[in-house]
Nanobody, 121 residues
Framework: VQLEESGGGSVEAGGSLRLSCAAP????????MGWYRQAPGNQREFVAD????????DYADSVKGRFTISRDNAKNTAYLEMNSLKPEDTAVYYC???????????????WGQGTQVTVSS
């Protein structure tokens, strides 16, 4: 599954950005979609995800109330709306999807290439 990420950039503290993660043209069934992030010198950390079907969302405590994840199943695309951004949100954001190949049973995780988000104070 090839993932296309977009929407990163630079913004001042308090600003907003929206990330997109698309899996165009795939024959796989797209299950959970989400993002992790990694700041320099830190481990990759969970940000948010959204399940398929009932679209249950989950967020890291550090982003609850500021970030909103959603998805458009017709487009195999997930979105991460990031508001009230803080300098500590600065990181490379990696989207992922858990996807099942036709006639398969497992749902491996596939990763995007990452997109930089920089928040200045």
């Amino acid at each position: 599954v090839q993932l296309e990420e977009s929407g990163g950039g630079s913004v001042e503290a308090g600003g907003s950005l929206r990330l997109s993660c698309a899996a165009p043209g795939t024959t796989f069934s797209i299950n959970t979609m989400g993002w992790y992030r990694q700041a320099p010198g830190n481990q990759r950390e969970f940000v948010a995800d959204i399940t398929a079907g009932d679209e249950i969302t989950d967020y890291a405590d550090s982003v609850k109330g500021r970030f909103t994840i959603s998805r458009d199943n017709a487009k195999n695309t997930a979105y991460l709306e990031m508001n009230s951004l803080k300098p500590e949100d600065t990181a490379v954001y990696y989207c992922f999807v858990d996807a099942t190949a036709p006639r398969a049973f497992s749902s491996p995780r596939y990763w995007g290439q990452g997109t930089q988000v920089t928040v200045s104070s």
